[in-house]
């Protein structure tokens, strides 16, 4: 019987042929925790009396969430951190350095690799075609000292896109159209395997964006096989050598098939407080807007704020409407600086803070006021979940969330991708008519 990716990546690190619904035991290649999570798994470890790591160039321990700390408690956390990485020889991702899953895809993950991580959306590995799984403290603590894990294979859905995105739709669009049909719980404990046309020619940035989304749905793990883009990405953070071409068997066996036609989606929005209340642009236009926030593991890449800094290029940002910017990551953030998007950001009047998670989980750098509202490429919408419980989130693209900051509520990016495009014909309309 054809295997899925699941099963192929479970399978090798087991050293057996599964299937779907087996309990295994497998080797894990790499763990991650964050500085909400690491204290939580280091207390445990110490508990048990087995503060060590099995593979510590591999075990990664981020200081994202809350960095720079912005409490006393939090400062002391980053310190428990610190010391059991010292103690270990496990790595440290400093204050400063970026988001765990967007430093863990430039700099430690590949193909066909098991990583747990304390943290939901460790499944934004499943890009580079690995078993990326967010678990509890505990679990991975396990996995830490001891280098395994115990795993349920999941059974997969095949998520099939196809068809060529309109201009001014993107993968978030995609992926928040995916959830709004099957719901937060449309895939718990599933794996999602992305396939087709459409994601075969997708960046890794965009599939970045796909993986990191699918725990939104409940999922496992959001895969996607490995290609010649994934190994291009490989090339350029110097790891080629470590590229595996991995694909699900022609007659593996899903437990359900998504298709899904790209040219037909239109920006997409997800209301509070659930990720899965998606409507589109239509529905969304016009609502006021407080705050937009463009930035995390799921949009806070180059090719985000690319994207971005090219709708807001010239533009004013709306006098009632602030705006904040987090690069994913240091390489992001200097990058950014080099192609001029971060010049054009605080030209515009957005404030620009360091990579890392920024006001994402709420405990710092943009909490919201009561009632007040924010758009942001985030993936998460929860009441409270930017730190008020009084405030309402709406989740959408990095080019919904430029258009917006404009506008000063929500509005189509692909308004302002027409006005642009006319604006330039016009402008060389005029100088060839000078020469
Ligand atoms: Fe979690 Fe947000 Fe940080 Fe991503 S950016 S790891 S969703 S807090």
């Known amino acids: 019987m054809g295997k899925t990716l699941a099963e192929k990546i479970i399978g090798t690190r087991a050293q057996k042929e599964v299937s779907a619904g087996q309990i295994v035991l497998v080797n894990v290649d790499v763990c991650l925790t964050q500085d909400g999570t690491g204290p939580l798994a280091i207390r445990q470890l110490q508990k048990i009396n ?6 510590p160039k591999r075990t990664v321990l981020f200081l994202d969430h809350a960095a720079p700390s912005p409490r006393r408690e939090l400062a002391n956390d980053h310190i428990t ?24 895809a430039e700099s430690y993950l590949n193909p066909g690799e098991i990583l747990i991580g304390a943290d939901s959306h460790t499944c934004t590995g499943g890009a580079l075609c690995a078993f990326a799984t967010g ?10 000292a001891l280098g395994k894990t115990w795993l349920r294979v999941p059974e997969t859905f095949k998520v099939e896109v196809d068809g060529k995105f309109q201009p001014g739709v993107y993968p978030k669009d995609l992926i928040l159209h995916l959830i709004g049909t099957i719901g937060a719980d449309g895939a718990t404990y599933k794996a999602l395997e992305f396939c087709g046309e459409t994601i075969e020619k997708m960046s890794m940035s965009g599939r970045m964006t796909l993986s990191n989304m699918a725990v939104e749905a409940g999922a496992k793990a959001g895969l996607i096989a490995s290609d010649q883009i994934t190994k291009e990405f490989l090339r350029k953070q110097g790891r080629v050598s470590k590229f595996k071409k991995i694909v ?53 890449r180059l090719e985000d704020l690319k994207v971005a800094s090219q709708i807001i290029k010239g533009g004013k940002k709306h006098p009632k409407t602030r705006m904040i910017v987090v690069p994913a990551s240091k390489t992001v953030f ?27 989980v709420g405990v710092h750098e943009g909490i919201l006021g009561d009632g007040e509202a924010c758009l942001s490429t985030m993936n998460r919408n929860f009441k409270g979940r930017m730190g008020n419980p009084e405030g309402f989130i709406y989740l959408a693209s990095p080019a919904t969330a430029a258009a917006t900051a404009i506008a000063g509520e929500i509005a189509d990016p692909r308004e302002f991708l027409v006005k642009k495009r006319f604006k330039k014909t016009a402008k060389k309309k005029k100088s060839s008519r000078r020469l």
């Not at 087995?50 to 593979?55: C, F, I, Q, R």
């Not at 409507?279 to 593991?297: E, H, L, M, P, Y």
């Open 334 to 360: 200097l990058d950014a600086m080099r192609a001029g998007y971060i010049k054009t950001f605080v030209e515009f009047g957005a404030a620009i803070l360091a990579p890392g998670c920024g006001p994402c």
């Open 81 to 104: 951190i610190r010391r059991f990485a010292q103690k270990t020889g496990a790595c440290l991702s400093e204050v400063g350095e970026g988001v765990c899953h967007q430093i863990i």
């Open 248 to 300: 699900a068997d022609q007659d593996a066996v899903y437990e359900r098939t998504i298709q899904i036609n790209a040219s037909e989606l239109t920006p997409q929005v997800a209301f509070p407080h659930t990720v899965d209340n998606v409507k589109s642009i239509d529905q969304a236009r016009g609502i006021k807007i407080d705050q937009v926030f463009i930035g995390t593991c799921t949009n806070g």
């Open 135 to 144: 678990m509890g403290s505990t679990d991975v603590a396990v996995g830490i």
């Open 50 to 55: 087995l503060e060590k790591a099995a593979n």
